[in-house]
């Protein structure tokens, strides 16, 4: 048994925090938001909730003891993070310095309220380079329910921003921008764009006065944009809590969304409508015909109505991209589209003379439309991806996914050149400049797909790409544009036997080596060798840091391959182990369910160390053979640790 060396370390204790509630007396059937605040040590700070699980730093995350009791409600929201640019993620990252906030929406589904969980965070310091996972347990007694009837709870996370990428981290005021671009792009379509004069006209020609035409004007874009704000509420209700957050973490629903995409970008393409009922339309056109501010409101209605067969689609195409179970997200999406959509008729109404300034309607109004379906087309395969990710069917791998949209790139860069035609097109399209610089920049983009075929990480798409881990099938292989290669085998020279968790963990620089601790200090004696444990994590940066400035260096890379065996320990692996394999932990009492868990509590139990990167170096009976080493970006010193430790190591 290895005894602990609790002198070669030192435990850092990060973080103290504290829990409140928004509304301290509630119904069933309301909603509340839990208040978690953080207070960091000097020189620290903690991750935010809002970085990409594919960014690299471990976010902060909260998980709920399961009962029937409330349901939770969108994701965790970080409260005015600081954001930095981190050059070895090669993205942006948010954090706390000093103290933070995180709050987290529920919906109380019954009297008898009970909320507890667990906080799982990462924490780290400039100053020493080390990284420290940490936990918090809460139990939140706050909340008094005084009445309501009892609501069935409805099961499901909020883990649709995992699986759409692009909204990952995205605020409420993202999203509102996000929206109004596809209303500006609604407006330049054949349903809409022509009715922006014949809309002023009516308004010029049927008031008293310009003041009245003005006021006309701002009743009929406030309608617009009201009409657009009760789709959104409707919405919300259907599908905005519970039965949301079910449906949209399931492959189902992925699939189902991206059927509806495809069917979106065929009718834009021109080979059907999707139009509302005859019957109805002319129905509210009558009532339009009334005159005064309600024949107004239901003119803007008929608008609606007349151009669903353009702003469908793109309308689907936001409500969709709200569904995350967030009550006000659609509802601030249809927002920024209505307020894009109804602008330009009010601007105009109030200034008319603008109107001899827009471009006559024509075959460019249907390109736009055209152009539209092939980006509903390639956001559809996102939808795809993850379906085939959560069934393991292994159809859309990285390199296929790429594949695709590359060819969608170049289709959409031949249709702009005019080398292909869709139903709807003039028989002559003539090049104009924005056609052709447009065509570039998508022949531009497939050729930065193209890229990725090789060994670009296409960093610009990061989130909306399935992982590298998902390349099964390699078209450059398949080409004989390279050789093929094999998965790399960390098994050690002379081990017989299988590696555990090599299938999804992995050493860098093809170092062969462990990733369980028994397997590799028995495998060290066999050999008569020291071993290496590395206490690493996939959120840790400096560890990266280490791995890609003082591993790669020759000298080191080669003390390692043949003077030591290797272990990664990854201390925050959410990979959970048999229920035999769980224990309670000597240190905090808690259950230790995880790889991760496992591996922290080891380093903190025997080496009384609970920073990453942290470099234990072990002789043949499990006792220290240095003082354990945490960052150091200096080769120089990397190089001395080790080599006196074989030195130590060959006395003993």
Avoid at 367 to 377: A, D, M, P, Q, Y
Wanted: charged content about 20%; proline content about 4%.
């Amino acid at each position: 048994m290895l005894m602990p060396y609790l002198a070669l370390g030192q435990l850092i204790k990060t973080t103290s925090w504290t829990f409140d509630v928004s509304k301290t007396e509630v119904k069933t059937g309301d909603e509340v938001e839990l208040i978690f605040k953080v207070r960091v040590i000097d020189d620290w700070y903690i991750y935010s909730s809002d970085i990409g699980e594919d960014v690299g730093p471990l976010p902060t995350e909260v998980t709920f003891e399961e009962n029937n009791s409330f349901e939770v409600v969108g994701d965790l929201i970080p409260i005015n993070a600081k954001e930095k640019y981190d050059d070895i993620w090669g993205a942006d990252v948010t954090y706390f310095v000093g103290t933070g906030e995180f709050r987290q929406k529920i919906k109380v589904l019954s009297k008898d309220l009970k909320v507890s969980g667990i906080l799982d965070f990462q924490t780290c310091t400039d100053v020493t380079g080390q990284c420290i996972p940490g936990d918090q347990e809460f139990e939140i007694d706050l909340i008094k329910v005084v009445g309501g009837d009892e609501l069935e709870a409805v099961a499901g996370g909020s883990d649709f921003d995992e699986l759409l990428e692009s909204e990952e981290g995205a605020s409420l005021w993202g999203f509102f921008i996000a929206a109004f671009l596809f209303g500006l792009a609604a407006l330049l379509t054949p349903c809409v764009f022509p009715m922006i004069p014949m809309t002023v006209a009516f308004f010029t020609n049927n008031s008293q006065s310009k003041g009245q035409a003005k006021v006309k004007a701002i009743t009929y874009g406030l309608s617009i944009i009201g009409i657009y704000i009760l789709v959104g509420l409707v919405f919300t209700s259907f599908f905005g809590v519970g039965l949301a957050n079910d449906l949209a973490t399931g492959a189902v629903a992925n699939i189902i969304f991206f059927l509806v995409f495809v069917i979106f970008a065929i009718s834009f393409f021109g080979y059907f409508e999707i139009n509302i009922p005859t019957g109805f339309v002319n129905r509210m056109d009558k009532k339009a015909e009334k005159g005064g501010f309600l024949g107004v409101f239901f003119m803007a209605f008929t608008l609606v109505l007349v151009s669903f067969s353009c702003t469908g689609p793109i309308v689907g195409t936001v409500l969709i991209q709200s569904f995350q179970g967030e009550v006000m997200k659609p509802v601030v999406g249809m927002l920024g589209f209505s307020s894009a959509f109804a602008i330009p008729f009010t601007i105009f109404a109030f200034f008319p003379g603008m109107l001899k300034d827009l471009p006559k309607s024509g075959g460019w109004l249907n390109s736009v439309k055209v152009v539209l379906g092939f980006i509903e087309l390639a956001l559809g395969f996102k939808f795809l991806s993850v379906a085939d990710q959560a069934y393991h069917w292994g159809l859309l791998d990285r390199e296929v996914y790429i594949a695709i949209w590359f060819i969608i790139a170049v289709l959409l860069g031949l249709y702009l050149l005019g080398v292909i035609r869709f139903p709807h097109d003039s028989r002559e399209r003539k090049l104009k400049p924005l056609g052709l610089i447009s065509a570039l920049a998508s022949m531009a983009f497939a050729v930065y797909l193209f890229t990725g075929f090789g060994n670009s990480p296409l960093d610009a798409l990061a989130g909306y790409l399935p992982p590298d881990k998902s390349t099964d099938f390699s078209f450059q292989e398949a080409l004989g544009l390279k050789e093929v290669s094999l998965p790399h085998d960390v098994t050690p020279e002379g081990y017989q036997g299988d590696v555990k968790y090599a299938d999804f963990l992995e050493l860098p620089h093809e170092l062969k080596g462990f990733f369980d601790y028994q397997q590799a200090i028995e495998f060290a004696k066999s050999e008569g060798k020291p071993l290496f444990i590395d206490f690493t994590g996939h959120g840790c940066v400096n560890c990266r840091k280490m791995e890609q400035y003082v591993w790669a260096d020759p000298e080191v890379l080669t003390i390692l391959k043949e003077d030591f065996v290797v272990v990664a320990l990854y201390v925050d692996d959410k990979t959970v182990l048999p229920e035999s394999q769980w224990y309670t932990s000597d240190f905090d009492g808690k259950v230790k369910k995880t790889i991760g868990k496992q591996n922290f509590d080891f380093q903190i139990t025997e080496f009384n160390g609970n920073a990453q990167p942290y470099y234990v170096l072990l002789d043949n009976n499990e006792k220290p053979l240095m003082k354990p080493k945490a960052y150091d970006p200096s080769v120089s010193n990397f190089v001395k640790f080790l080599n006196d430790a074989k030195a130590e190591f060959a006395l003993r």
